[in-house]
């Protein structure tokens, strides 16, 4: 079964950068898109960004956009979100998520996720 | 950006309710949405794409309706397990957009 299984969250300070990993197994890594996914405390759901199921397709929220870097390794069947820059308002749970059509097309629905890694960016 | 609005955001039912959640996006997404469950401390989880189609999984008391801009989530009888926050997902247009959520409550 599909499994997403993220790790790297923690504290960090505001100015701080972190890097999130997403394992993902149970099927085809390298012919899906992927995504980050992030919840505020007590608040609602925001897209964050998408990678093509090869890398060279990426596109960004605006409030991340030029701070924060999504990749990929396929050979490790993992995904990546690199966060610079960070600000208080970052703050959140990031899934990651698996888009739910493979190869050029995308379709950002989201079919599984994984079970979230908590960032918190506090002096 | 596309809102997505979706209401009531909260709403307290009984075991054996119909509950109806509606969700309105600010523009025409013809049937490009999907339906989320997310129980406390959990991933959302999928329930509902094309604005119709149920994930093979889930029970076939869920049911959506709905195109355009008017769209609804509806629970034929409210089990125990269903007590959750839903959101709707629009991914017509770019940037994909939530709705605010739905808490489902025990009365």
């Known amino acids: 079964q599909v499994q997403l299984v993220e790790s790297g969250g923690g504290v960090v300070q505001p100015g701080g950068s972190l890097r999130l990993s997403c394992a993902a197994s149970g099927f085809t890594f390298n012919t899906y898109g992927m995504h980050w996914v992030r919840q505020a405390p007590g608040r609602g759901l925001e897209w964050v960004a998408f990678?093509?199921?090869?890398?060279?397709?990426?596109n960004y929220a605006d409030s991340v956009k030029g701070r924060f870097t999504i990749s990929r390794d396929n050979s490790k069947n993992t995904l990546y979100l690199q966060m610079n820059s960070l600000r208080a308002e970052d703050t959140a749970i990031y899934y990651c998520?698996?888009?739910?059509?493979?190869?050029?097309?995308?379709?950002?629905?989201?079919?599984?996720w994984g079970q979230g890694s908590l960032v918190t960016v506090s002096s | 950006d596309i809102q997505m609005t979706q209401s009531p955001s909260s709403l307290s039912a009984s075991v054996g309710d119909r509950v109806t959640i509606t969700c309105r996006a600010s523009?025409?997404?013809?049937?490009?949405l999907g339906w989320y469950q997310q129980k406390s401390g959990k991933a959302p989880k999928r329930l509902i794409y094309g604005a119709s189609h149920l994930q093979i999984e889930v029970p076939s008391r869920f049911s959506g309706s709905g195109s355009g801009t008017e769209f609804t989530l509806t629970i034929s009888s409210l089990q125990p397990e269903d007590f959750a926050t839903y959101y709707c997902?629009?991914?017509?247009?770019?940037?994909?957009?939530f709705g605010q959520g739905t808490k489902v409550e025990i009365k």
């Open positions: 523009q025409g997404i013809r049937n490009d």
């Open positions: 998520a698996k888009d739910i059509t493979n190869f050029a097309v995308v379709t950002y629905y989201f079919d599984y």
């Open positions: 990678i093509s199921y090869d890398g060279s397709n990426k």
């Open positions: 997902l629009q991914h017509n247009g770019y940037p994909p957009t």
